[in-house]
Every structure is written in C-alpha cells, then in structure tokens.
C-alpha cells in the first residue's frame, strides 16, 4: 500500500531532495524509508506503482550516509559492501522493467528503468557501456508510449556511449550496436514509425556492417599475400556476431526497408542506394555473393546517378570486385574462413 506524507520535510543530512522521477524540487517524502523524495503525490504512485515498492527498504542502506570509520580496512568493506547493493539493484530495476516491458505495460517500466539507469551511473560511471541495457529500456517504453523524439533521444545517446566507451570495439560491443539496430527497427516495422525510423536504422546498420566488411576484406587481402595485419590488430569473426536466427533477423529488418523504399518512388533516388549498399555488405558477410553484386550495383548506379559520393562509390566498387573475384571460386563461395584461419 502507498503511504505519503505530506509536511515540511526535514532535511535529512547527504540526502538529495529532489523529485525521483523528475528531479524538480521535492515537496513530500516516502515515509517508509525516508530517503526517497517527490515533486508532487502523482509522481511518488508512478514511482510506487513501477518500482518503489519493490526497493523501498532495500534504499535505505544505499542511500544514507556512511558512518564514519576509524580503520581503512572498515572504510573500504563498507564501500565494497554499497557497490555490491546497487549492482544487485541494478539487476532487480531492469528485471522489473523488462517484465512491464514484455506484459506492454510501457509506463510503469520507466521508473524501474530509470532507477536502472541512475544505479549503472553511480557504479560505473557516466559514459559506461553497462548503461546501454537501461538506455535500450528507456526508448523500449519511450517507442510503447508513442514518444519517438524521446526514445530517439535514448537511442542516440545508447550510440554515445558505446562509442565512448572505453577499449576497443569487441564482439560485446558489436552485439549491443547490433541490438540497438533490431530494437529501433523491431518496434517499429509493423507501423507507421518505421517510416519516421528508416533512414537511422539504415545508417545504424551500414556503419555496424562496413566495419566487419573491412575486416573480411583485410583478412582475403592477407590470405591473397598483398598485405600483412598490423600487430595486436583484433579480428571480429561474422560468425561470432551473428548466430542463425540473427542473421534471417538482420536480413528480414533489411529487406522490410528496401521494399519500403522501393515503393516510394518520389523519393526513391538517392534513398534506394543507401539500403542497397547495407543489403550488398550483408550478403557479403554471409557469403551469398551473387546477392552482394546485385544490391552492389544498384546501389553503385543510384550514387552514380543521383548521389555523386566520391568515397561512397569507391567503397561500393571495392565492395563489388571483391564479391566478384569470390564468386570466381570454385562452387561461387569464395576463399573458405577456414582456410585463411589455418594459414596463420
Ligand atoms: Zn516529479
Ligand atoms: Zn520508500
């Protein structure tokens, strides 16, 4: 049951008095932990009904300030004991936001994920990829609720942060921008969205493939004996990225675009050769290289044509003789990753 008060509120020492779910001034207080604030009785039931119910308690010791410590060693155990509590609150926020989530409850999933997010934030600081799964979330419930301009807001700053993120780009990494991609697409291909979302999800999935594309290509160019890896070079295998079910997915979302634009004939030029080039490096990756050259050249022609992208054409040229010279393989199959794993 929700209890408010609503008085004056004392201020507690260290404890920020500001709305959970807004951040404005907060005028009431959670009476049953005490260390939990709100603008106004709407906010605290949304907070209630989504999340706070099931954390109430466990804020308390998260949120007060720590006692103070004569040791280093008593420091330290206390410190490590509060990272362990939000990491576990980080857990239960987004299980509770994806189960709202999954039963299209969009609007009691945002405080969870909200809170999600606040805790990946105090653990592991601001610009960390762990805060993609709660940023995915937030726009999941944004796209539900019809709030587009919101959810593309968390979606591109989903994209900051994983650019930011520290260390190299890894399969990790690769997968979270792969998700990133099927969740725009996913919420919005079966409605009027999609129209709205096409071009970002293009874009989304050209950049993420043109990477592995350049690594296969680097890799034939090593087999061929042309050129040698550059040392500590790290290389992403496609099929590490993509299992079965993922790749009829990232076909499917694709192919839904391509017909899109298709249809669109006003608007057609210019527009077709960028979903065309996407569709060419895709079915480069999964070796159906007759498929490649035939997306390949239409989107050269669109360029060529209408676009005039100087670097753009040499890409899908590059693209388009390696996919050729592949077919020329015996069965059109191109050199085998095998082959070219055994020879170094
Ligand atoms: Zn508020
Ligand atoms: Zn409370």
Redesign the pocket.
Known sequence: MLKSSIYPLANPKGVKME??????TAHIMCTQCRVTF???VT?QAADWNGIHEKICQLLIPVRMPLPFFSSKKEREHSKEQLVQRQKYLIDLTRTVAQKLLFEGRHEEAIPGALQSMRFASAVYGSLSAELVPSQLLLAEASIGLGRLQEAEEYLSQAQWTMMKATGCINAIQYKLYRNLGLLYTAKCEYDKALWYFADDVTDIWKNFLAELVETEIQKSLWKAGFSSPEPGTSLVDVEDVFDASQKAEAVKILHVIFDMRNQELLVKNGKIGNIAHTLAMLYYLFQDFSKAVKYGELALEDNKMFVHNKKEIATIQRLLTTAKKALSYPGGKGPSPYDWANSC
């Not at 709305?19 to 404005?24: S, Y």
């Open positions: 709305c959970e779910i807004c951040q404005k709100y603008c106004d906010h």
